[in-house]
């Protein structure tokens, strides 16, 4: 996930690119603080107190910086200001920063709040919790999303993602998923993909 959030340089030519990668992980952000707000800290809370109130701070920086940098991109798309570079190297300072925060409260949720999870929630409340997950992710962003995820994977993790994918969604969906996978693929990574899972040979597209 982190590698996915890792922006590089942003410059006058690269800061459109910087804004819908920007928006795609905005949603994918707001999905997860949601659910974690709505479903997972309250369950979390009713058998640990307090245990969540480190993470909703990390949500309201991210909050934060999330607004301040779509301010800064909006900024430096319109040229607005008379120094204008100087509001892309504050825009790359808030950038780096919002990954430091994001980087750093995935880790602590995979060493810490999962862990906890674990102890205090029985098994089966822990699924029916995260069933509810998808539904905090807005399906529109699925088709751009999906293969960013992919890419983020080592071959070994894909197969095992789109199998478990292949296990859990009806057919149609499947299909429909594994062309949003072959289109931000290269044609040599799809090809290591049909060589593993050979019931992606049919995808269209
Ligand atoms: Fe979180």
Known sequence: MTR??????????SATRVAEAFSLIRAVVKGHSTFEEEVLFPALESKASLACTPYLLDHEAENELFGS???????????????????????????VALNAVLALHSRKEDTHLFALAKERLG??????????????????????????????????????YLRMMMRVVPNPVFLAMAGWVKAGLGAEEWTTLVGRIPELASTAG
């Open 4 to 13: 996915a959030l890792e922006f590089r340089t942003v410059d006058d030519g």
């Open 69 to 95: 940098i779509e301010g800064l991109l909006a900024d430096v798309q319109s040229g607005a200001g008379p120094r204008h570079s100087a509001l892309a190297s504050k825009l790359e300072r808030q950038i």
């Open 123 to 160: 098994i089966e409340e822990q699924a029916a919790l995260a069933s509810q997950a998808p539904r905090y992710l807005p399906q529109e962003i699925m088709p751009q999303l999906l293969p960013r995820v992919v890419r983020a994977l080592t071959i070994d993790e894909q197969e095992d």
